[in-house]
Structure formats: C-alpha cells, structure tokens
C-alpha cells in the first residue's frame, strides 16, 4: 500500500487564501518531500524536510513534520490560480544495505485556486 | 541544464506489439528511477538504477517489462508484449548519490495500448 497518504484529496479555494495539505505514513523515514505536479507534466520537488526537522520554509511554502504521529502538512500562502495543481508527499527510507532511500508516493490532493 | 528528457512524449501501440520508452537523465546524477502513473494506482515505482546496475526491480509488474541501464546518460523501459492495462503515464526521474536529494522528474511519456 502507498506509505504516504494526503487528505484531503481535492481542495477548492479562492485566490489568496491559504492551502493546507496533510499527508500521514506508516513506517519510520529519514525524509519526507512535497512535489506538485501539473496537468501533462512530471513532478516538480517543492520541499525536503529531514526526520530530525520540524519545520521548513521556501517561499509561500510552509512544512511542518510531526514523526511522533507521522504526519506532515503543506501550507500554501496567498496562494494563486498559477498554484493550481495535484501535490504530492513522497517519505523516503532506507533500504536494507543501500545508500539510497527509495521514495514512496501517496496519492495527491488536487489543488484548485480560483481566481 | 536540460532536465530529464523522455521520449517519446506520446505512444499509441496495438496490444501485443513491443514499446521502448526512453530516458536521458541529468548529467551527473547516479540514480534513475522510473515510476508509473494512473488514476487506480497512483505513483509506483518500477525499477531504480544506481550507477547504471539495477538495484531494485520489484516494482516491475511481470517479466513483459524490462530496463536497461547501457550508460550513465541512457535508459530503455520495454514492454514487450504490450497490453491495454499498461496504459499510463510513464516517468523517469534521476537524482544525485545523496538518499536526501530530491527527484527530478521527465515530463512523462504517455503509453496507449488498444
């Protein structure tokens, strides 16, 4: 089953409010990452929080990680119509020996902004 | 940089014929990975490489697909023969050798099986 899992899956919201994403697990991670993904488009990387963080920035951007309940949000401010897309969160692991964790993809919230 | 590039952009096949899908991943990154996307199952990895040597391949479905790695600057997805439940969105993403660098996605090559 997919280990991230993001609620709501659709959110519909007026130009310049805010946008809250939530995504939960259900393993232990070293990190979790926020992608947006738009219509035909691959997936772009938003945002890498660390297990040992508990709060990021970039831009507009807020995340925050709770890994004592293996959880994390999104937060989008004054958001946009250009902010209108699906938003994925992506909890990396390690695997076994390697160095490399894979990243596993929750199903998205499709985010309307309208304008 | 150029990003990752996949071609082709669009693939429309007859059941039972063979699809190559291919992908140039940035310069300088170790890792490729190809997922696959449709609306029933979202995002699922299918096979990674590190440093062209396939390390995980158990996402792949059944033995009709097939990835190779030849280079670092090259990689192949095959379905062969294809079938209409193989239809979806394919992507490749590459990164660099740290497990925390983020993925950076091709924009995907969609797959049609009729």
């Known amino acids: 089953s997919q280990q991230g899992e993001e609620d709501p899956q659709a959110l519909s919201i007026q130009e310049g409010e805010n946008a809250t994403m939530n995504c939960s697990y259900k393993t232990s991670i070293n990190n979790l990452q926020w992608y947006r993904q738009n219509s035909g488009r691959g997936l772009v990387h938003l945002i890498l929080i660390r297990s040992n963080e508990r709060e990021k920035h970039s831009g507009r951007l807020r995340v925050t990680l709770d890994t004592s309940k293996k959880s994390s949000s999104l937060l989008i401010t004054a958001s946009r119509a250009a902010d209108t897309a699906s938003y994925f969160c992506?909890?990396?692991?390690?695997?076994?020996?390697?160095?490399?964790?894979?990243?596993?993809f929750g199903q998205g919230t499709i985010l309307t902004v309208h304008p | 940089d150029a990003g990752v590039i996949q071609s082709p952009r669009h693939e429309v096949t007859e059941m039972g014929q063979e699809v190559t899908l291919r992908c140039k991943p940035i310069?300088?990154?170790?890792?490729l990975f190809w997922y696959r996307q449709t609306m029933m199952r979202g995002l699922e990895l299918l096979i990674y490489?590190?440093?062209?040597?396939?390390?995980?391949d158990s996402g792949m479905p059944e033995d009709r697909f097939s990835a190779k790695m030849p280079n670092a600057s090259f990689s192949t997805l095959k379905i062969q023969p294809s079938e209409p439940r193989d239809s979806a969105v394919y992507f490749c993403?590459?990164?660099?050798?740290?497990?925390?660098?983020?993925?950076?996605f091709g924009n995907g090559t969609r797959l049609t099986v009729t």
């Open positions: 310069s300088g990154h170790d890792y």
């Open positions: 490489f590190n440093n062209n040597v396939p390390i995980d």
């Open positions: 993403a590459s990164s660099q050798a740290d497990y925390n660098s983020p993925l950076h």
């Open positions: 992506a909890t990396g692991h390690n695997a076994g020996g390697t160095s490399y964790g894979k990243l596993t």
